[in-house]
């Protein structure tokens, strides 16, 4: 599409542009959730810049690690693998958010169901980067509703559009996680049984890694593992199967922070 754009004198890469553009909103989204929620705005807003540091390092550095380690085990040779993976990213970022809550005082579940609302809503605009670059691109087909896209080397084929494909379910999470979020508030006020604390995370999870396996059918940079499934499919099964399992327990244990306990602050 547009891997680079002329501004003037300056060229800027289109997915650097819309990368930047994806943790702003993300992390705008976290922050009104965190503040609104109860939280300081000082300490929502520290919060919420260590978790897209720690997100980014994890993104681009662990990811990159991981590589070379395994180019290294596989052919003794140390050579820096530039790449970089929204596993190590969100494993990273997460791991943040919950240290940050932790120092003021904010009960986790219900602070990570504030953050993580926002982490789709970045990844939609995220693929929209990698449409214009030409990254996971999709498998060339024929089918009716392929479209004549690029892939990271410039070839126009005809494709799976498989990064559109996900840049729209990445907004169909955000919209239903707004909605249940909205619905289990509602059910608070009213002295019913709403979501519980935590609740909100373990559904991201497990949405997330049904998307991710069923746009691993179309990806033309999956890589298969046993039978027609790929190494990425077989993690994704498994962090579906423990955010339901988690759902479930947490449903039923429904430990919830009470609303009079709100505002939180420091």
Known sequence: MHPTLQL?????????????????????VSFARLYRG?????????????????????????????????????????AWQRSNGYGPGLACGVGMALLCLRRYRVPLGYGMDRIIVGIPLGQAIGRVGCLMAGCCAGQ???????????????????????????????????????LVDRWSQRQRRAGRRGLFDGGILWAYL?????????????????????????????????????????LVVGQKRQTNTPLAARPLQD
């Open 8 to 28: 003037g004198q300056w060229t800027l890469s289109s997915y650097t542009l819309l990368y930047g553009l994806a943790l702003l909103a993300a992390g705008a």
């Open 206 to 246: 497990g949405l997330y890694a049904l998307k991710r396996f069923c746009t691993d059918f179309v990806r033309a940079d999956a890589q298969h593992a046993w039978g027609s499934l790929s190494v990425m499919q077989y993690a994704m099964a498994g962090v579906f199967v423990v955010a339901a399992a988690a």
């Open 140 to 178: 060339i087909s024929d089918s009716w509703w392929a479209l004549t896209l690029p892939d990271r080397n410039g070839a126009w084929l005809s494709r799976y559009p498989a990064r559109i494909m996900a840049g729209v379910a990445n907004l169909a999470i955000f919209g239903t996680l707004l």
């Open 38 to 78: 109860g939280m300081d705005a000082a300490a929502a807003g520290w919060t919420v810049l260590f978790t897209i540091w720690a997100g980014f390092a994890g993104a681009m550095g662990l990811f990159a690690l991981i590589g070379t380690l395994l180019n290294w085990i596989g052919s003794g040779v140390w």
